[in-house]
């Protein structure tokens, strides 16, 4: 994390808020994400930009048959992996939302997934949970085991921006889109659509309190 930067006046107050929707690259180090206290601000600027992704994607993949749209999106999905886009997070997203408002999610995820040559099914939750299972090992393993090593998944994308090889000149001053955060909320966000119980368990006036609040004015602005 960087230093907590102070805002002097209304003026840099104005210019940092207003900056928030016009910030295209260093996300990470604009005045609003650096002034708040966790400094996690910057997401609504990666949010901001990629509504014109999650846009055009819906004009030029509109209502076709539903796999289709999977595998489109898969690809879309795929190729956004590759160069580093945070379109990967985002289309991941576009695709789950699709699934559960138009390919009935969470009636299919309650049926289970057939086992080819098999009368039974394999339980939906159990994917879900080995998808977030993997995020928190890798967390585990840059962290505590292989220090060393937790940006070499960072190397293995295309520098979009500045080399046609790979991405060795990241900026760890910046949020970067990592595949173990992936993993773990893709997991979860797939279990939560499919499940009523952890519905009705996160929907409760705490959580929904908390939610609110987690975007309000900072006490340090």
């Given at each position: 994390m960087e230093d907590l930067y102070q805002i002097p006046n209304a003026l840099v107050y104005f210019n940092s808020v207003f900056n928030i929707f016009w910030v295209t690259n260093g996300f990470?180090?604009?005045?609003?994400?650096?002034?708040?206290?966790?400094?996690?601000?910057?997401?609504?600027?990666?949010?901001?930009?990629q509504s014109y992704t999650?846009?055009?994607?819906?004009?030029?993949?509109?209502?076709?048959?539903?796999?289709?749209r999977v595998k489109a999106l898969l690809l879309f999905i795929l190729t956004a992996f590759w160069?580093?886009?945070w379109a990967w997070f985002t289309i991941t997203g576009?695709?789950?939302?699709d699934m559960v408002c138009?390919?009935?999610?969470?009636?299919?995820f309650g049926r289970g997934i057939p086992i080819p040559g098999s009368k039974f099914r394999l339980p939906s939750w159990m994917p879900c949970v080995f998808l977030?299972?993997?995020?928190l090992a890798l967390q585990y393993i840059w962290v505590d085991w292989r220090?060393?090593?937790?940006?070499?998944?960072?190397?293995?994308?295309a520098g979009l921006y500045y080399t046609g090889g790979l991405n060795y000149d990241y900026d760890l001053h910046q949020p970067q889109a990592r595949d173990e955060n992936y993993l773990l909320l893709t997991g979860f966000m797939l279990l939560l659509e499919g499940s009523d119980i952890l519905q009705f368990l996160l929907n409760n006036p705490v959580f929904r309190f908390l939610g609110r609040r987690s975007l309000s004015k900072s006490p340090s602005w």
């Open positions: 990470g180090t604009q005045a609003a994400a650096l002034a708040w206290p966790t400094q996690t601000l910057w997401i609504i600027s990666v949010i901001f930009q999650v846009y055009m994607t819906m004009v030029m993949i509109p209502y076709t048959r539903n796999s289709w160069v580093q886009s576009l695709l789950i939302a138009n390919m009935s999610y969470e009636e299919k977030m299972a993997i995020g220090p060393e090593y937790q940006n070499v998944l960072l190397e293995g994308h």
